[in-house]
């Protein structure tokens, strides 16, 4: 089987430090879970930021800061930045870390209801930011929360805007949206072109299992304090790194090999950095 990529979601928008106490906020909690993680198996650490009260930002200055003490610990993984940033900022303030020019960005093809709140990706605001990526040879990783917006991201394809190889982000389970179901998963694979690839990101206590199917069927995984708070049913993780080892033993039995940061970059065709 292809080897499967893990990416580790450190600390996203909406989890607070309240209910997960082991979530990384400032840089340096920032870099020393992401070497965690990668020393456990992650390939690609998916990064959104904070600002000194612990609220999500997309201030160019605090991911600067953050990727610099992610490199200097030793990181090697890549570094994708998040261009989704939380409910509400403006398309100007969630592009910023785009000129930090990083390998990866999550790029969102559509708009839904995100718990009581709502996430606004039209059209034209997708077009922007898949330009923008294209011309700084950023690889974008589509996130899709619902069927229409594996459409939405054909269409960027159509006009121009994507690289040759796609790759989905299946975001399976935020309220208002998709659920997490393994017919769920199986509708949208079923959508994608055939030589796209995929990794499932599952919410809350729908992690696990169906990151286990989507790995029996060949896709790749998300997992991290983002999106899941409990290793198990009432049981809060001490950090990321749990989450990717426990991913990397499944992967073990299911015969999938993990890839490190160098292969995906192959797989990929990532561009090197620039400063
Ligand atoms: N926080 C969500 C509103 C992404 O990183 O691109 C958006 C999100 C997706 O997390
Ligand atoms: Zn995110």
Known sequence: MNPLIITAAICGAETTKEAAPSLPVTSDELAAEALACEKAGAAIIHLHVRDDDGLPTQELETFRRAVAAMKSVGVTAIIQPSTGGAVGMSAKERLQPLSLNPEMASL???SLNFGDSYFIND???MRSFALEMSRRGIFPEL?????????NALRLRDEGLLPNHLHFNLVLGVPGALPASPE????LTSLLPEDASWTLTAVGKHQLPLS???MAAGGHVRVGLEDNIFLSKGILSEG???FVARTVRIAAELGRRVA??????????LKQEKA
């Open 212 to 214: 286990l199917v989507a």
């Open 184 to 187: 769920n998963l199986i509708y």
């Open 260 to 269: 490190g940061p160098d292969e995906v970059r192959q797989i990929f065709s």
């Open 143 to 151: 996130e899709c929360f619902e069927g229409g917006h594996i459409h």
């Open 108 to 110: 969102d093809c559509g």
């Open 240 to 242: 990321n790194a749990p």
């Open 123 to 125: 059209h034209p605001l």
